[in-house]
């Protein structure tokens, strides 16, 4: 009896042993994107760049909180944090270069996965256009040098001037990422251009890209959120051409530092969605369809980049799981 008690046990045993190794039941895999930071650019007392009638702030905001509710609808498990929801700096403070901190604070206490700045472009002395002068001919005219016996008449060209009308015409989208080290070979890939981007007053000091503080995050950001920065920086992009925009395309920065970039912990990019300044574009990016258009552009990229994500793809960095 006992004998046939253990046989009994041991087929038993075998039997879930094999099992066991031909069903093996695999772990479920977290979710790759948790969390996504979205930082609407500016506001309060800090409207950022101005156009004919509206502000950068106001318009970062309005395609901030769709592009949140876009995610929501689309990716319910995906939990969203705003570093501001209404026209005052984050913290509700009135000071920029602490908001630029808060922001930062805020992605990061929240463990974000992802962090999306939203801002409008501008470029030149005015929005719309402006007045200029330019040369468009020569006259003679009679001048006198000299005094007394050395007094003597001279005949010189005077530049004979116009007043015309210069259209701000710049106009497109470009999307930033932090360059933590552009020594890199992946780095010489991307653009870089001196004009766009978000400049920073820095009087505290928060950007100093020399100090030890700096450099470990450069260290950290080359290692795990370089690639996937510019991954999905570039689908952004990508995203925007297929509609027909114009796209300056990815851009690196860190001689001038975007803080909100350097400062988090996790892939971040800011994305200059247009130019405020030029006409057209600032009523694009003030109409439903135009942020509609935008929202969604920015969000196939996300399902894009998420993707890559979720099935290891080697365009994609190290995930966020090493968090």
């Not at 087929?11 to 977290?30: A, E, G």
Request: hydrophobic share 35%; with cysteine; net charge positive.
């Amino acid at each position: 009896m006992t004998k046939r008690i253990f046989i009994l046990l041991a087929l038993f045993v075998s039997y879930i042993t094999f099992v066991s190794l031909t069903n093996p039941s695999s772990p479920k895999q977290k979710p790759v994107l948790r969390t996504i930071i979205i930082d609407p650019g500016h506001g309060g007392k800090d409207p950022g760049a101005h156009g004919l009638f509206s502000n950068e702030a106001d318009v970062a905001l309005d395609i901030s909180l769709k592009l949140g509710e876009s995610i929501q609808k689309e990716m319910p498990d995906v939990k969203i944090v705003y570093t501001r929801t209404t026209d005052v700096l984050p913290g509700n403070v009135n000071d920029i270069n602490l908001a630029l901190r808060i922001r930062a604070n805020m992605a990061n206490e929240s463990k974000g996965d992802l962090f999306i700045s939203i801002h409008c472009n501008a470029v030149g002395p005015k929005a719309g256009g402006w007045y200029a002068k330019r040369v468009v001919g020569y006259k003679n005219k009679v001048v006198y040098t000299g005094k007394g016996k050395n007094r003597k008449k001279k005949t010189v060209k005077q530049p004979i001037y116009e007043n015309y009308y210069v259209e701000n015409k710049r106009r497109g989208t470009e999307t930033y990422i932090w360059a933590a080290d552009r020594s890199e070979a992946k780095s010489s890939v991307i653009n870089t251009g001196e004009e766009g981007g978000e400049n920073v007053e820095d009087s505290l000091n928060v950007l100093d890209l020399n100090s030890p503080e700096a450099r470990i995050r450069a260290q950290l950001y080359t290692k795990f959120y370089f690639r996937n920065s510019y991954t999905f920086a570039r689908y952004v992009e990508e995203e925007f051409s297929k509609t027909g925009r114009f796209s300056a395309g990815v851009k690196q920065r860190n001689e001038k530092g975007i803080w909100v970039l350097q400062a988090t912990g996790m892939p971040s990019i800011l994305v200059e969605t247009g130019f405020i300044t030029n006409k057209q574009e600032e009523e694009y990016l003030n109409s439903d369809e135009g942020q509609k258009e935008v929202v969604d552009n920015i969000m196939i990229a996300l399902q894009r980049y998420k993707k890559d994500l979720e099935s290891g793809n080697k365009s994609a960095a190290l995930t966020t799981q090493t968090k």
